[in-house]
């Protein structure tokens, strides 16, 4: 069986190796892949928004199903294409995929299908913005309403910091047409978690969920980035919260999208925040999420192509069984080039450690030059996951491991999972 995964950081390549673990004798296709996915199998030179190189490579080779890694395809209409074409396909359509790429649309939904979220409210212009944050008062969440990168949200502490955010998304244009609505949004307090759930528009299959960090800096701190590290299981999601996700959130939420003519398939990613009133969606996500993917696939014991297979099929998953899971944890320990989570310097020679038991090193920005060296070529350049009975081990391992990572200016943090080992040193 053929499969063709569409993307090329560390997310795609861990899909691909769980693809791969499932069913050793996959051929697996990659477009536009990485030097880690060319170690796996094929990588085609097409860009992830090339739809129509992409279907013809899908017909070409007779692929069984094509799975969308990143959501900027999925919002280029990749997956109404290749239905249309007759072509099985793993993700949303375009306007199923508004959950991630309209801050507004979901905000929408959640508030009329009764999902807990924070309220929120839309604005174009700087003076009704900037009345609404003086109402609800600081803290207060600024959002620009459309896809910024992960980058469009601005927990501003003050009212002068809000008002700053606003005149920068409707004026400013710091983030194009994205910012030209703006959300402002109640503050939540809490821990968030991610969680994923496959699904044919219907039924869910929940996966555990992990804790991504943000920021640049040990203890979390610094800059914001696209993820330094994730590790799973997370305690805090027992069981209650993980049927209160399926019930309250996934369930209702699929429900209303049904009903909205915009029937989402696919993988659906909720960021919850656990807050005294229960867990809130701060956001969703069309897709999975990187780094957390790199997580919690290796953790999977059950497979992940019949599900994948099925609802890219259009099949109904209602009988099939639950996600079973591994014992332990995992921790992922993000390699980033020198200057990330800004401009970064690329083409440094990177030198990998003897592989080793447990650790599964999955390639982000990395790429071959002319003479063949892995080098680097991007901000984040590899996710380094460890598997161990218990999460002071994984994340030893992690980060022993990422130690051994050679390029100029790598930088990595330590101390991925430490909320989880300090609730367990709490505990003990
Ligand atoms: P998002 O891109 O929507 O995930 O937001 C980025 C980050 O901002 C989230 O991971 C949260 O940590 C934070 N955030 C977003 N919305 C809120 C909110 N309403 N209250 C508190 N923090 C938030
Ligand atoms: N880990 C956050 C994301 O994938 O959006």
Redesign the pocket.
């Known amino acids: 069986m053929k499969v063709l995964v569409v993307g090329g950081g560390a997310r795609e390549h861990a899909l691909g190796w769980k693809l791969l673990a499932d069913d050793p004798k996959l051929e697996l296709i990659s477009a536009p892949g990485n030097p880690g996915l060319a170690e796996i199998g094929r990588v085609e030179a097409i860009a992830p928004t090339d739809i129509a190189a992409l279907a013809a490579l899908a017909r070409r080779e007779e692929v069984a199903f094509t799975i969308v890694g990143p959501e900027g395809p999925l919002d280029a209409g990749l997956v109404d294409h290749f239905r249309t074409s007759g072509l099985a396909v793993f993700g949303p359509s375009k306007a199923a995929a508004r959950i991630e790429t309209s801050?507004r649309f979901a905000k929408e939904l959640m508030l009329a299908a009764g999902v807990p979220t924070?309220s929120a409210r839309t604005f174009t212009t700087v003076a009704a913005a900037n009345a609404e944050a003086e109402r609800l008062g600081a803290p207060v969440?600024i959002?620009a309403s459309g896809l910024a990168a992960?980058k469009?949200?601005i927990?501003a502490t003050s009212i002068s910091e809000a008002r700053d955010a606003i005149a920068s998304m409707l004026e400013g244009n710091v983030f194009g047409e994205a910012g030209h609505e703006v959300l402002v949004?109640?503050?939540?307090?809490g821990e968030?978690i991610s969680v994923f759930a496959l699904t044919d528009g219907t039924h869910v299959l929940p996966m555990i969920a992990a804790q991504d960090h943000?920021r640049i800096g040990e203890g979390d701190t610094g800059l914001n980035t696209g993820g330094m590290g994730a590790y799973a299981p997370v305690s805090i999601e027992t069981d209650a919260i993980a049927a209160q996700a399926v019930e309250q959130v996934f369930l209702p939420t699929l429900k209303a999208l049904r009903a909205a003519g915009s029937t989402f398939t696919g993988l659906l990613y909720a960021?919850l925040?656990l807050t005294r009133d229960g867990p809130k969606v701060?956001?969703f996500n069309c897709r999975f999420g990187d780094p957390e993917t790199e997580t919690i696939l290796p953790l999977m014991a059950s497979g992940l192509i019949e599900p994948m297979r099925a609802i890219a099929n259009g099949d109904s998953i209602a009988g099939a069984a639950p996600i079973s899971w591994r014992k332990g944890a995992a921790v992922t320990t993000v390699v980033a080039a020198e200057g990330y989570p800004g401009a970064v310097r690329a083409g440094d020679v990177i030198t990998l450690p003897p592989e080793e038991h447990d650790v599964i090193v999955f390639h982000a920005g990395t790429k071959r030059n002319a003479a063949g060296e892995l080098v680097t070529a991007g901000g984040r350049v590899l996710a380094v996951t460890a598997l161990a009975d218990t999460l002071a081990s994984a994340q030893k391992l992690s980060a022993a491991h990422a130690a051994r990572v050679h390029f100029a200016g790598r930088q990595y943090r330590r101390d991925i999972g430490w909320r989880e080992l300090a609730r367990q040193f709490d505990g003990a």
């Open positions: 801050k924070a969440v959002k992960g469009g949200v927990v949004e109640e503050f939540m307090s968030e943000k960021g925040m701060v956001e």
